[in-house]
């Protein structure tokens, strides 16, 4: 059964740091393109960042560009989304999700979603 376990979440104040992790299991993960999203109360879900399967490429969100960083490590079938700099906007539950292909294609939907990981970032 494929699964997308999410940590590190948690509370931090304006200008701190967190990381966040995913952990995939069930299924190889490490030929899929892989990816956060994050949805904030009373918000729709929208996209913060994507990698490709080899890592070589990545995508992201105007509003998180320079200060959030997408990384994988396919030995340990594992995303990580590294978020400096945190602002109060950045409060949400963030979710990570697989794509059921190489490279992300923003027109294609994500196969496999996480359950999430609050964020909360004090002002």
């Known amino acids: 059964q494929e699964q997308l376990v999410e940590s590190g979440g948690g509370l931090v104040q304006a200008g701190g740091s967190l990381r966040l992790s995913c952990a995939a299991s069930?299924?190889?993960?490490?030929?899929?393109?892989m990816g956060w999203f994050r949805q904030a109360p009373g918000k729709e879900r929208e996209f913060v960042a994507a990698?490709?399967?080899?890592?070589?490429?990545?995508d992201y969100a105007d509003s998180v560009n320079g200060r959030f960083t997408i990384s994988r490590d396919n030995a340990k079938n594992t995303v990580y989304l590294q978020m400096n700099s945190l602002k109060p906007e950045d409060t949400a539950v963030y979710y990570c999700?697989?794509?059921?292909?190489?490279?992300?294609?923003?027109?294609?939907?994500?196969?496999?979603w996480g359950q999430g990981t609050q964020v909360t970032v004090s002002s």
């Open positions: 999700a697989a794509h059921s292909i190489l490279y992300y294609i923003p027109q294609l939907p994500w196969a496999y």
């Open positions: 069930g299924r190889a993960f490490n030929n899929k393109a």
């Open positions: 990698i490709s399967w080899d890592g070589r490429s990545t």
